[in-house]
């Protein structure tokens, strides 16, 4: 079993940078690859960031050399760097975690586990 809870998040002017964090909570944390989806009003929900257990990460197109996902195993946490923020960057931010991180790629099915969300806005 996994608990995630997400931090971070905030209102940050256009060209600026946030860091999320995601708290873990699970004795089978480093196994899981983990990663990060957005989801905007009225749009569907977006992947952003993913990183294997074994730190190979994924990237969407769209946050290529901007943002950053990164994991500290031994602080349960996973993270990710945001720079360059634009206004089409805003959206809640959520956390997720998964057996595999082929389900990432694939997302033939739903995450194993989801959390609750943060808030990014940026301001033009």
């Known amino acids: 079993q996994v608990q995630l809870v997400e931090s971070g998040g905030g209102l940050v002017q256009a060209g600026g940078s946030l860091r999320l964090s995601c708290a873990a909570s699970g004795r089978t944390f480093s196994t899981y690859a983990m990663g990060w989806f957005r989801q905007a009003p009225g749009k569907e929900r977006e992947f952003v960031a993913a990183?294997?257990?074994?730190?190979?990460?994924y990237y969407a197109d769209s946050v290529k050399g901007r943002f950053t996902i990164s994991r500290d195993n031994a602080k349960n946490t996973m993270y990710l760097q945001m720079n360059s923020l634009k206004p089409e960057d805003t959206a809640v931010y959520v956390c997720?975690?998964?057996?595999?991180?082929?389900?990432?790629?694939?997302?033939?099915?739903?995450?194993?586990?989801w959390g609750q969300g943060t808030q990014v806005t940026v301001s033009s």
């Open positions: 990183i294997s257990g074994t730190g190979s990460t």
């Open positions: 997720t975690a998964d057996r595999y991180s082929t389900a990432y790629i694939y997302r033939a099915r739903e995450l194993d586990y």
